[in-house]
């Protein structure tokens, strides 16, 4: 392990660099576990972290990458012993803390998530940061009353990460009324490709803002967010929930009260990353089991160099799917 292969992003006179470089351990942060890092994921904040005023990375040198799957090598946690096969996602990694795009981590061991048996490493990044969360989204619209295999569901940000992970998962659970929500028309036939039933660009969506309109929609998970959820909040029918999980076209939210008192519409936020860590390994028992679709998922995979230009293309809008860095 003297020397390994890493993204570093570097910070001089206000711009930022990135390349491969070969490292020592010492540029990685604290942690009393160290794994072998076999697969990482592109997500979105990856993206972010590569901007200059992303607002996810402060610190450089920093080595991004919001999660990582991997084999233990050396641990001071008890929980933890060389050879056991790891997964995290979330916390600080890839943005406080030396992240995913390195062939070796060193985290604390109470941020790792045993691979549950019937998983893969491979398997585990599939999922990533992004499959996590869909995950998350569902599970809570269960919660809120989604049950109705009949129930129409609208998944904003269709051909992401978050969002194709959701029209599968939920295909796989047996909705029958799944609508994906393209930001143009070019991405509509990717939408069906990712098993959705129904597709509607974002310009179609009503943009006078009513403060009700029909009610299209039961339920929604949206990883858009602004506009996008402002416009979506009227469509949901009484009783319905809206789980978002995003902001990938914009933060600021435009709504009435009307959606809440007048048609009991809940709005409930998403967060992947500092999820506990009970709710954190049963979520992904889950994911292995009955929940598993990681062999109905698209993927493309890469390897270390390619990461830059991956990135390149979440931040200009090519980018669909699932993409796994192999270390
Ligand atoms: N809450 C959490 O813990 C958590 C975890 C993971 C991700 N996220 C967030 O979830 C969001 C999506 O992540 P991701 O990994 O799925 O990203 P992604 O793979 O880049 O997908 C983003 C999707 O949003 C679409 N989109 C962007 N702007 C749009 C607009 N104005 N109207 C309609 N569609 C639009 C994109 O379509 P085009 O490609 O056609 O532009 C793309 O399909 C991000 O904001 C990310 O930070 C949050």
Redesign the pocket.
């Known amino acids: 392990m003297d020397k390994f292969n890493a993204i570093v992003i570097r910070e001089n006179n206000n711009q930022l660099s990135f390349q491969r470089e070969m490292i020592d351990l010492s540029m990685l942060s604290e942690g009393n576990v160290i794994v072998r890092v076999n697969y990482s994921s592109l997500?979105?904040?990856d993206m972010l972290a590569f901007q200059p005023n992303g607002g996810v990375v402060n610190n450089y040198p920093m080595i991004p990458g919001v999660d990582f799957s991997g084999e233990v090598v050396q641990s001071d946690d008890p929980e933890f012993v060389p050879g056991d096969e790891v997964l995290l996602t979330g916390y600080d990694v890839g943005v406080t803390h030396t992240g995913g795009f390195a062939e070796y981590a060193r985290v604390p061991g109470k941020w790792l998530v045993h691979i549950p048996e019937t998983m893969s490493m491979r398997e585990a990044m599939i999922w990533g940061?992004?499959g996590f969360?869909a995950a998350l989204a569902v599970e809570k619209l269960q919660q809120l009353g989604l049950k109705n295999p009949k129930a129409r569901i609208l998944v904003?940000?269709?051909?992401?990460?978050?969002?194709s992970v959701a029209i599968a998962l939920l295909k796989q659970l047996g909705f029958q009324s799944v609508t994906g929500?393209?930001?143009?028309g070019e991405?509509e036939k990717t939408a069906r490709e990712f098993g959705a039933d129904h597709v509607i660009t974002?310009s179609r969506l009503d943009k006078d803002q009513k403060p009700l309109t029909s009610a299209k929609y039961d339920y929604a998970i949206d990883?858009?967010?602004g506009e996008?959820t402002s416009q979506i909040l009227p469509t949901i029918s009484y009783g319905g929930s809206v789980a978002i999980?995003?902001?990938?076209?914009g933060t600021q939210l435009l709504t009435t009260v009307l959606p809440f008192i007048l048609r009991a519409v809940s709005l409930v936020g998403?967060?992947?990353?500092a999820v506990d860590s009970d709710k954190r390994q049963w979520i992904w028992s889950l994911l292995a089991s009955d929940w598993d679709i990681t062999d109905q998922l698209q993927v493309t995979e890469i390897g270390i160099d390619q990461i830059p230009d991956e990135v390149a293309k979440?931040q200009s809008?090519h980018?669909t799917g699932r993409t796994i860095i192999k270390f």
């Open positions: 997500n979105y904040k940061t992004a969360t904003a940000g269709a051909t992401g990460g978050v969002g929500l393209v930001h143009s991405r974002a990883a858009v967010g996008v999980t995003g902001n990938a076209g998403i967060d992947s990353v979440i809008g980018h």
